[in-house]
């Protein structure tokens, strides 16, 4: 069981590291774009909400995306799946 949580903790890491990589590229590429919108006069505040707006749809689309296979599944007799296989 120990063996069980230790691969698993393992697993989390490395998908924590990968996912920490993605947001730096990201951030690194929108840099500049920052820059041109702050150089033409778009205040702090608005910068910001932009950044919250586009967060919050991924964060929605990823949440759906992944809420409509699990509830489909969830309503599957684990018996009717595995007969199919």
Same mark, same amino acid.
């Given at each position: 069981m120990a063996l069980l949580i230790g691969m698993v903790c393992v697993l989390l890491l490395i998908s924590? $590291?990968? $996912? /920490?990589? #993605? @947001?730096v590229a990201r951030s690194t590429a929108r840099r500049r774009e920052m820059a041109v919108r702050l150089a033409l006069g778009s205040g702090r505040a608005a910068l910001t909400r932009q950044l919250l707006a586009a967060l919050l749809i991924i964060g929605v689309?990823? #949440? @759906? /995306? /992944?809420? $409509?296979?699990t509830s489909r599944a969830s309503k599957v007799d684990p018996m009717t799946a595995l007969r199919y296989e």
């Open positions: 924590c $590291v990968y $996912v /920490a990589g #993605l @947001l689309s990823g #949440l @759906l /995306a /992944a809420y $409509v296979p």
